[in-house]
Protein backbone atom coordinates (compact mmCIF):
# COMPACT_ATOMS: atom_id res chain seq x y z
CA UNK A 1 0.00 0.00 0.00
CA UNK A 2 2.62 2.54 0.83
CA UNK A 3 4.27 1.35 -2.70
CA UNK A 4 1.32 3.04 -4.32
CA UNK A 5 1.01 5.81 -2.19
CA UNK A 6 4.83 6.77 -3.20
CA UNK A 7 3.72 6.34 -6.80
CA UNK A 8 0.84 8.31 -6.69
CA UNK A 9 2.56 11.26 -5.10
CA UNK A 10 5.00 11.28 -7.53
CA UNK A 11 3.01 11.42 -9.75
CA UNK A 12 0.97 14.51 -8.82
CA UNK A 13 4.82 16.13 -8.47
CA UNK A 14 4.84 15.30 -12.52
CA UNK A 15 1.82 16.40 -13.62
CA UNK A 16 2.16 19.74 -11.57
CA UNK A 17 5.81 20.15 -12.72
CA UNK A 18 5.05 19.89 -16.11
CA UNK A 19 1.87 22.09 -15.56
CA UNK A 20 4.70 24.70 -14.63
CA UNK A 21 6.65 24.30 -17.39
CA UNK A 22 3.81 24.92 -19.91
CA UNK A 23 2.44 27.95 -17.99
CA UNK A 24 6.00 29.02 -18.34
CA UNK A 25 6.40 29.19 -21.76
CA UNK A 26 2.32 30.60 -22.74
CA UNK A 27 3.93 33.42 -21.17
CA UNK A 28 6.73 33.78 -23.18
CA UNK A 29 4.50 33.46 -26.49
CA UNK A 30 1.96 35.87 -25.08
CA UNK A 31 4.40 38.52 -24.56
CA UNK A 32 5.23 38.22 -27.97
CA UNK A 33 4.09 41.00 -30.65
CA UNK A 34 3.11 39.93 -34.09
CA UNK A 35 5.46 41.89 -35.24
CA UNK A 36 8.13 39.49 -34.00
CA UNK A 37 6.33 36.40 -34.42
CA UNK A 38 6.49 37.70 -38.22
CA UNK A 39 9.63 38.25 -38.20
CA UNK A 40 11.19 34.76 -36.54
CA UNK A 41 9.17 32.79 -39.09
CA UNK A 42 10.86 34.85 -41.62
CA UNK A 43 14.24 33.73 -40.53
CA UNK A 44 13.21 30.14 -39.83
CA UNK A 45 11.97 30.29 -43.91
CA UNK A 46 15.29 31.79 -45.05
CA UNK A 47 17.02 29.58 -42.83
CA UNK A 48 15.03 26.37 -44.32
CA UNK A 49 15.66 27.06 -48.06
CA UNK A 50 19.11 28.31 -47.47
CA UNK A 51 19.76 24.32 -45.98
CA UNK A 52 17.98 23.16 -48.95
CA UNK A 53 19.88 25.01 -51.34
CA UNK A 54 22.90 24.16 -50.26
CA UNK A 55 21.67 20.59 -49.53
CA UNK A 56 20.85 20.17 -53.07
CA UNK A 57 24.21 21.70 -54.26
CA UNK A 58 26.16 19.48 -52.63
CA UNK A 59 24.48 16.77 -54.08
CA UNK A 60 24.99 17.44 -57.43
CA UNK A 61 28.51 17.90 -57.44
CA UNK A 62 28.58 14.82 -55.61
CA UNK A 63 26.73 13.28 -58.46
CA UNK A 64 28.98 14.48 -61.13
CA UNK A 65 32.04 13.18 -59.47
Do not use: C, F, Y
Amino acid sequence: MKLWKVLGVAGLAGVAATGAIIARDQRKRAQLTPEEIRSKLHERVAEAQAGTQSASGSTDSNARA
